[in-house]
């Protein structure tokens, strides 16, 4: 249902590796392998932190940079894209060839004339296909026709112009453009991966050619057409062309998996929400001895004074020395102190621990929560499921665009409902009180529903904002919800929408035991039957 990105432990950090280099330069301790450690870090193509910098010019000093491991960097910054790195690894090298690198990275910045001129080699073939990669994002007409007049100059081989067109198809259907059908098609079948096998099924959905969708389904790996998303999409569109009994089938396959489409799919079905849930004791003793950790008490005090990045480092240190029973216990102690957030980056290493539903879907400040549910006229399980999804709880939340605390509104926005709805609102700072946030945050919700008139429309411009969800809306105005949140054009939107149903369905067990269909609930229906919850048998 979600993936958690992987935390850094101190050996891993650059900025640590460099920082601890560094020191043992300045101390005169840089002992023979330090020469080693330093071209490791070197060999990377993405941008290294600032300390890095007084690194690599000691390394050069002490004659570890040669023009090979020059050329080697760059070539590793053109797989990124990232024409500063390029220019950052080619100083140093002699004139002719730094003149060329600078060319290269200009090229891969803003593809140029002059590449017609460069040497028909590999470098300048891969420099090529880097370039116009990047091209298609912003414009894949230019990368196409630029590709038409590169590939026979510098003699590009069928993988390099696959990349290329890759590009341009994705960046083209991206935006459900004219043409984006036969771009796809132009793709070699090499060059297919999981996310343009989705887009090709994603494309033909949007244009309402069920047979090409099914087609396009259908012809995904086995593995990613066995995921509940696709399993209930091909149902879908079995039932739109007519094949309404080979859709049971795998209507029963999606239904076994406790999420947005499994849930949708026992709808179909009519019968109980897959929810098997794993609970396998945590002895108090056990906690204790985790709660004593001076490395796990470090990384909560850190925590409760506001430090979330030296948290995490102390916890991730702690975590290295703890089993499973030990790491799963901590989570539990951490959640106690109301760090919640753990629970969704440190589970997962075992594949029933996606199965600690008590842990990993947090539940705080529930009077605040069924009172502004009842007073916006919203089911509660969905307001727990935007605070999971925006914050995980965290009331201190604060993101890079100044969204902040459990519901992440930013301060004008909070402002606009205050103004509109007489509720109490003092200021950007207020948003960190939690009932503030949680009364503002809902009544945002509300008007986002009463504008769009359903609750999946409202979930989508919540998170893209009302310009995207206006454009989406007016593309595909008669397209069923589902269908209409598959091809929403934000892969972050897109999963966002979807993620939030299935975690109100999940909070609604945790509230009340059994559920509002989720067929219901995506359109704002807060009454009617109730369904149930069980663990179902797997389907062979």
């Known amino acids: 249902m979600e993936r958690c990105p992987r935390r850094l432990a101190p050996h891993d950090d650059p900025?640590?590796?460099?920082?601890?280099?560094?020191?043992?330069?300045?101390?005169?301790?840089?002992?023979?392998?330090?020469?080693?450690?330093?071209?490791?870090?070197?060999?990377?193509?993405?941008?290294?932190?600032?300390?890095?910098?007084a690194t690599f010019a000691s390394l050069?000093?002490?004659?570890?940079?040669?023009?090979?491991?020059?050329?080697?960097?760059?070539?590793?910054?053109?797989?990124?894209?990232?024409?500063?790195?390029?220019?950052?690894?080619?100083?140093?090298?002699?004139?002719?060839?730094l003149a060329l690198a600078q060319d290269y990275a200009a090229f891969v910045q803003a593809p140029h004339a002059r590449a017609a001129q460069w040497p028909r080699d590999a470098r300048s073939r891969q420099v090529a296909a880097a370039g116009l990669s990047k091209l298609a994002k912003?414009?894949?007409?230019?990368?196409?026709?630029?590709?038409?007049?590169?590939?026979?100059?510098?003699?590009?081989?069928?993988?390099?112009?696959?990349?290329?067109?890759?590009?341009?198809?994705?960046?083209t259907v991206a935006s459900y453009l004219p043409g984006s059908a036969q771009r796809l098609a132009a793709v070699p079948a090499s060059a297919y991966d999981e996310r343009l096998h989705e887009w090709r099924a994603r494309e033909a959905v949007a244009r309402g050619d069920?047979?090409?969708?099914?087609?396009?389904?259908?012809?995904?790996?086995?593995?990613?057409?066995?995921?509940?998303?696709?399993?209930?999409?091909?149902?879908?569109?079995?039932?739109?062309?007519?094949?309404?009994?080979?859709?049971?089938?795998?209507?029963?396959?999606?239904a076994t998996a406790p999420t947005f489409h499994g849930f949708l799919a026992a709808d179909r079905l009519r019968q109980p929400y897959a929810l098997c849930p794993w609970e396998?004791?945590?002895?108090?003793?056990?906690?204790?001895?985790?709660?004593?950790?001076?490395?796990?008490?470090?990384?909560?005090a850190l925590?409760?004074?506001?430090?979330?990045?030296?948290?995490?480092?102390?916890?991730?240190?702690?975590?290295?020395?703890?089993?499973?029973?030990?790491?799963?216990?901590?989570?539990?102690?951490?959640?106690?102190?109301?760090?919640?957030?753990?629970?969704?980056?440190?589970?997962?290493?075992?594949p029933d621990e996606?199965?600690?539903?008590?842990?990993?879907?947090?539940?705080?400040?529930?009077?605040?929560?069924?009172?502004a549910a009842k007073r916006n006229g919203l089911d509660p399980a969905w307001i727990a499921a935007e605070i999971r999804a925006e914050s995980v709880f965290n009331?201190?939340?604060?993101?890079?665009?100044?969204?902040?605390?459990?519901?992440?509104?930013?301060?004008?926005?909070?402002?606009g409902v205050a103004q509109r709805t007489g509720l109490p609102y003092a200021g950007a700072e207020s948003l960190y009180d939690s009932s503030t946030n949680i009364a503002l945050g809902s009544a945002y919700l509300r008007e986002m529903e009463d504008k769009y008139g359903a609750a999946y429309q409202a979930i989508a411009a919540y998170n893209a904002g009302p310009t995207p969800t206006a454009r989406w809306l007016s593309q595909r105005p008669a397209h069923d919800p589902d269908l209409w949140i598959e091809t929403i054009s934000y892969k972050e939107t897109r999963d966002y929408v979807a993620r939030v149903l299935a975690f109100s369905t999940i909070y609604d067990w945790l509230l009340d035991g059994d559920a509002l269909p989720v067929s219901e609930r995506l359109l704002g229906r807060t009454g009617g039957a109730r369904k149930p919850f069980a663990c179902p048998t797997p389907v062979p």
């Open 15 to 53: 900025a640590l590796r460099c920082a601890r280099l560094n020191a043992q330069q300045a101390l005169g301790r840089a002992a023979d392998a330090w020469n080693g450690e330093a071209q490791a870090l070197w060999r990377s193509g993405k941008s290294m932190p600032d300390a890095c910098d």
């Open 60 to 97: 050069a000093a002490r004659g570890g940079l040669g023009d090979a491991l020059r050329w080697e960097r760059f070539d590793l910054a053109v797989a990124e894209g990232d024409p500063g790195v390029m220019r950052a690894a080619a100083r140093g090298l002699p004139a002719d060839a």
């Open 138 to 171: 912003n414009d894949p007409d230019a990368a196409e026709r630029q590709l038409a007049q590169l590939a026979p100059l510098l003699g590009m081989d069928e993988s390099q112009r696959a990349q290329v067109l890759y590009q341009v198809a994705l960046w």
């Open 210 to 254: 069920w047979k090409a969708a099914l087609e396009a389904i259908r012809g995904m790996p086995a593995k990613q057409r066995e995921d509940s998303r696709w399993r209930w999409f091909e149902g879908r569109m079995l039932e739109k062309t007519g094949r309404d009994g080979e859709a049971q089938a795998l209507f029963r396959a999606a």
């Open 280 to 300: 396998p004791g945590d002895p108090p003793a056990l906690r204790k001895e985790v709660a004593r950790d001076p490395a796990l008490q470090r990384a909560l």
């Open 303 to 350: 925590y409760r004074i506001d430090q979330p990045g030296w948290a995490v480092r102390e916890w991730n240190d702690a975590l290295t020395r703890f089993d499973d029973p030990r790491r799963r216990a901590a989570v539990a102690v951490a959640q106690e102190q109301g760090w919640f957030d753990r629970a969704v980056f440190s589970l997962g290493k075992l």
């Open 354 to 371: 996606q199965r600690l539903y008590r842990l990993r879907f947090p539940l705080h400040h529930d009077a605040d929560i069924r009172a």
């Open 395 to 415: 009331p201190n939340a604060r993101s890079p665009a100044n969204a902040r605390g459990l519901m992440q509104l930013l301060p004008g926005t909070a402002a």
